[in-house]
T-cell receptor, first 111, second 114 residues
Framework: EDKVVQSPLSLVVHEGDTVTLNCSYE??????LLWYKQEKKAPTFLFML????IEKKSGRLSSILDKKELFSILNITATQTGDSAVYLC???????????FGKGTRLHILP | EAQVTQNPRYLITVTGKKLTVTCSQN?????MSWYRQDPGLGLRQIYY???????DKGDVPEGYKVSRKEKRNFPLILESPSPNQTSLYFC?????????????FGPGTRLTVL
C-alpha cells in the first residue's frame, strides 16, 4: 500500500529546543517528497525533495531525503512559538500524479 | 494577487441535496486537485486534473464528481451528499502540468451534511 507515515503524531517542546520530525514511505519508484506547514488554515509549502542526501534549508528549517531507507526528516532549530502547527509530508509517485499525505505531526511550542 | 478561491467557505446541507463547491485559480496553473481533511486522517486526495478535460481519481473519489472545462475552474460536485462527507475541503493548484512545484491551497470549505 502507498502509505506515508509520520512520527511522532504529536510533540510538545519548549521554545529554543530543536525538533526532528520524521516521514517514511513504503514504496520505491518515487518522484519527490513534499513538506507543508498547516496552522489554522490551508497548508503552506515548505520543501520539495527529489534527490537523496541533499539538504534543503530555509532559515531555521531544513529537510533531507534518504531514498534508500525511504524516509525524510524535517528539522527545526531554535524553535519559536510561531512554529506551532501541524507539519505534513506527502509523496509523489513516478507512475501517476497522485499525492498521498501522511497524517501529520502536531507540534506545540511552549513559551 | 495570485490565489486559489473556493466558494462557499461554509456550508450546512441535508442528506441527498446536490451541491457544488467551486474552485478557481488565477495563476494559469495546469494541475488542480481536491482534498478532504478529517481529524486523525490527514489530507486525502479526492480527484485531480492535469489539464482541461483531463481528470483522475485520487485516493477517496467515491461520492464525488469533478469537471475541468476551463483551465481556471475545477468544481467539486456532490450529487447526493451523505453525513460521512462532512469534512474540510481544500482545492489546490500548481504549475507545469505536474505537481512538481509548490501547490497553492485555497482557504478551505467546511461542509456539514446533516
Amino acid at each position: 500500500e502507498d502509505k506515508v507515515v509520520q512520527s511522532p503524531l504529536s510533540l510538545v517542546v519548549h521554545e529554543g529546543d530543536t525538533v526532528t520530525l520524521n516521514c517514511s514511505y513504503e514504496v520505491t519508484n518515487f518522484r519527490s517528497l513534499l513538506w507543508y506547514k498547516q496552522e489554522k488554515k490551508a497548508p503552506t509549502f515548505l520543501f520539495m525533495l527529489t534527490s537523496s542526501g541533499i539538504e534543503k534549508k530555509s532559515g531555521r528549517l531544513s529537510s533531507i531525503l534518504d531514498k534508500k531507507e525511504l524516509f525524510s526528516i524535517l528539522n527545526i532549530t531554535a524553535t519559536q512559538t510561531g512554529d506551532s502547527a501541524v507539519y505534513l509530508c506527502a509523496r509523489l509517485m513516478n507512475r501517476d500524479d497522485k499525492i498521498i499525505f501522511g497524517k501529520g505531526t502536531r507540534l506545540h511550542i511552549l513559551p | 494577487e495570485a490565489q486559489v478561491t473556493q466558494n462557499p467557505r461554509y456550508l450546512i446541507t441535508v442528506t441527498g441535496k446536490k451541491l457544488t463547491v467551486t474552485c478557481s485559480q488565477n495563476m494559469n496553473h495546469e494541475y488542480m486537485s481536491w482534498y478532504r481533511q478529517d481529524p486523525g486522517l490527514g489530507l486525502r486526495q479526492i480527484y485531480y486534473s492535469m489539464n482541461v478535460e483531463v481528470t483522475d481519481k485520487g485516493d477517496v473519489p467515491e461520492g464525488y464528481k469533478v469537471s475541468r472545462k476551463e483551465k481556471r475552474n475545477f468544481p467539486l460536485i456532490l450529487e447526493s451528499p451523505s453525513p460521512n462527507q462532512t469534512s474540510l475541503y481544500f482545492c489546490a493548484s500548481s504549475s507545469s502540468g505536474r505537481p512538481y512545484n509548490e501547490q497553492f491551497f485555497g482557504p478551505g470549505t467546511r461542509l456539514t451534511v446533516l
